[in-house]
């Protein structure tokens, strides 16, 4: 059974910084291409970064030279680190397959806010 669990969300005031953590199993975690999506109250559900198995990344230009997606195979893990957080990146923070292969898990809130 596929489970996402992510976590390291919470309130931030603008400026700062936040780390993401999204726990896999159930799948074969490390020849998967993995991403981070949000998704902003009224909004659809974004992509704002992507990690291939090997490592290559990709962000969306929202996000790009502020945000760094990372995996650790060993522990089946994939993170978001975020920095110069804004206004505009408030939002719940899912993880999936890059493909958005498997059900989606409860998100982690991210709230950038003075």
């Known amino acids: 059974q596929v489970q996402l669990v992510e976590s390291g969300g919470g309130l931030v005031q603008p400026g700062g910084s936040l780390r993401l953590s999204c726990a896999a199993s159930g799948f074969i975690f490390n020849i998967y291409a993995m991403g981070w999506y949000r998704q902003a109250p009224g909004k659809q559900r974004e992509l704002v970064a992507s990690i291939t198995s090997g490592g290559s990344t990709n962000y969306a230009d929202s996000v790009k030279g502020r945000f760094t997606i990372f995996r650790d195979n060993t522990k089946k893990t994939v993170y978001l680190q975020m920095n110069n957080l804004e206004p505009g990146d408030t939002a719940v923070y899912y993880c999936?397959?890059?493909?958005?292969?498997?059900?989606w898990g409860q998100g982690t809130q991210v709230t950038v806010s003075s």
């Open positions: 999936n397959s890059r493909r958005g292969d498997f059900s």
